[in-house]
């Protein structure tokens, strides 16, 4: 019963966390099995027959195709681990079988990594590996009390871990997902897309989810430079947005600029191949391309953590020259589109003497016209433009930036749109930016002769606080904010920077371990051109190295007698000396006796010696306090 009871405790640890991630009736279904074990041992009843149990696992293999339309991957494969489990302790009648349930519960252990990597997933997984370790040490000793199996339990794993620090250090990292597991361990990820419909970014600027961090040396940019450059998009049908085809070129770092910011990001992965950074970068990351509207694309989608060094130069210019395609196609607009919109850049063309003054013309429009910044603006019809321009006249980003571009291209200004992030707010406990989903932007891009593409971003100019301050200080008095972003919870913002600084440091320092920084680490002891079989030389040889250590002092405590026998066979030295040896096959009680009758002067301390002692090595448990006294009543006998 105990055993079952342990092996239970361990399953519920390793499953639950996938109960948030499963369909429910599986969830329902694994806790009925479980509860069936239980019960038939309460009861004494039969385990129920082979075909009853094939029977179930056919209906929920079923069920699983229904819900994922295949039995493998990874998210079908674990919830069939999970349920197979409780099918498994169905059927259990001996210790072997609970053995192969315990190493199932192992293997549950690592199914919960591939899907969050998290320290409270580290830790709740540690609790789960002590549960199973000494489920096993109790299947081996069924009447040992549990304390003394969990202690032994947590002498294995001690034990192990300098040699699973040492497979973390050396073993050869494997570039790219674990084990090349298929598309849908890439699914449900938050962030920025190549397409920007009015909502788009409203809807993910309440997610709280952070989009990366960013270490600065030196002073950072402040509030208003802090743009994050993202995907470009070009091409816009009356109502949606959309990056269209990129064209790559080679980098050539920016002309001009006032300031100069080094940083190093680190990127959540999003399944895409942007990778951020402030404007305007000056270098290139490892593996990256650059394109010809100034993104940042990796060689592959960002699917892990990423770190990258950065270098960025404030208010640099790429240059005036555009691709004639290129400025064609920042001028096409769907016909017929927003009329009202049209008309009035046309109004703005005839009375403008040049580009820069249109652009003018517009950002003042913004400013007058007083919109209303708000995160639940009114649904917009087939005409967006014009229904936010003169309809609605309230919006987010997305809704500023697009009218802006329509109302350029309809002037004859080359315009398109850039979505990222603006801002980012400092960690108060260890001084790294964290930007955010909520942080996401949009803002718009102009094509001046003689200074190249411009930014200008029409949110900035009608509500100027987003620029300074941040979405929260923009909004209206009692405008609805993200939940983090509310100014009464300020202690939970603090606690929150607690726990990112600490979070900060293990996806750095563990969960980035990566092949560069293997790398890093092997020149740094002294082998600064190691491969995968140098590695595994030097793996193995420090394995040996430990499993040897760990035999010695294994053997060593074997060899060395416990305190109480130590001072029994002391006190067996001093009797033997005045000529009363003990016989091998003469025991404790017998040889006390005998000691006692032949050396009368000392039969009391003889006698209270050999009790204490039977006492101490036959009871329940020898206390320190026990030991102690045995080992002065030895001591102090006289036999003279």
Not at 24 to 42: E, G, K, N, P, S
Not at 285 to 294: L, Q
Request: hydrophobic residues 50%; charged residues 20%.
């Amino acid at each position: 019963m105990r055993d079952l009871a342990w092996l239970v405790a361990s399953l519920l640890i390793v499953v639950a966390p996938h109960a948030l991630r499963a369909p429910w009736w599986i969830t329902l279904l694994a806790a009925f099995l479980y509860a069936w074990r239980i019960q038939i041992m309460l009861s004494r009843a039969p385990l129920p027959s082979r075909w009853l149990l094939i029977a179930v696992a056919a209906a929920a293999m079923l069920g699983v195709w229904a819900e994922y339309r295949t039995l493998f991957g990874r998210s079908p494969g674990i919830v069939l681990l999970a349920l197979f489990s409780g099918l498994k302790l169905l059927e259990m009648r001996s210790q072997r079988d609970a053995a192969v349930v315990a190493f199932l519960c192992y293997f549950l252990i690592i199914t919960n990594l591939l899907s969050t990597q998290s320290i409270p997933t580290a830790a709740a997984m540690l609790v789960a590996l002590a549960v199973i370790t000494t489920t096993l040490v109790g299947l081996g000793a069924p009447q040992r009390p549990a304390r003394a199996n969990l202690r032994t339990a947590g002498l294995l794993l001690a034990h192990a871990a300098p040699a699973a620090l040492v497979l973390f250090l050396l073993f050869p990292r494997v570039p790219g997902p674990l084990w090349g597991l298929p598309q849908d361990a890439y699914t449900g990820v938050t962030g920025l897309s190549d397409n920007m419909t009015p909502g788009n970014i409203a809807r993910l600027v309440l997610s709280d989810a952070i989009a990366f961090r960013v270490e600065f040396e030196g002073e950072p940019p402040a509030h208003r430079l802090r743009y994050w450059r993202g995907p470009v998009l070009w091409d816009f049908d009356g109502r949606t947005w959309t990056a269209g085809p990129t064209a790559l070129t080679r980098f050539e770092p920016p002309r001009g600029g006032a300031e100069t910011f080094r940083y190093e990001v680190v990127l959540e992965p999003h399944n895409r191949n942007w990778l951020f950074a402030l404007e305007t970068a000056a270098s290139l990351p490892a593996r990256s391309h650059f394109t010809a509207d100034g993104q940042l694309l990796a060689h592959d989608f960002v699917r892990d953590r990423r770190r990258y060094a950065m270098t960025s130069i404030a208010g640099a210019s790429r240059g005036p020259d555009e691709q004639p395609f290129g400025l064609r196609r920042a001028l096409r607009l769907p016909q017929g589109s927003s009329p009202r919109a049209t008309a009035l850049a046309a109004q703005w063309r005839q009375q403008s003497a040049s580009d820069a003054d249109i652009v003018s013309r517009a950002l003042k429009y913004f400013i007058e016209q007083r919109f209303l910044y708000t995160l639940d603006p009114a649904l917009l019809g087939r005409d967006s433009v014009d229904d936010f321009l003169f309809g609605t006249r309230e919006g987010f980003c997305e809704h500023f930036a697009s009218a802006f571009a329509f109302l350029m291209r309809a002037a004859g200004v080359p315009a398109r749109i850039v979505t990222g992030y603006l801002g980012g707010e400092p960690n108060s406990v260890d001084g790294i930016f964290t930007v955010r989903q909520s942080d996401a932007h949009a803002w718009a891009e102009v094509y001046l002769r003689g200074r190249g593409w411009v930014r200008v971003d029409p949110t900035s100019a009608s509500v100027p606080g987003r620029l300074d301050s941040g979405l929260a200080r923009a909004m209206t008095e009692g405008a609805a904010l993200p939940f983090m972003l509310r100014p009464e919870l300020e202690w939970l913002r603090g606690l929150r920077s607690r726990w990112e600084a600490v979070a900060h440091r293990w996806n750095v320092w563990v969960l980035g371990y990566n092949t560069e920084r293997q790398r890093d680490l092997m020149a740094f002891v002294g082998m600064p051109d190691a491969d995968w079989r140098s590695l595994t030389a030097t793996l193995f040889t420090i394995l040996g190295t430990i499993t040897a250590l760990l035999l010695a002092w294994s053997l060593r405590r074997l060899a060395r007698p416990d305190p109480v026998q130590k001072a029994w066979q002391a006190f067996c030295r001093k009797l033997a000396a005045r000529g009363v040896k003990r016989a091998p096959q003469e025991g404790p009680r017998d040889y006390s006796e005998r000691a006692a009758r032949a050396l009368p002067r000392a039969q009391r301390p003889i006698r209270s010696i050999g009790a204490l002692y039977i006492a101490l090595r036959y009871g329940a448990q020898a206390s320190a306090q026990g030991i102690a006294e045995l080992r002065r009543r030895v001591r102090e006998l006289r036999l003279t």
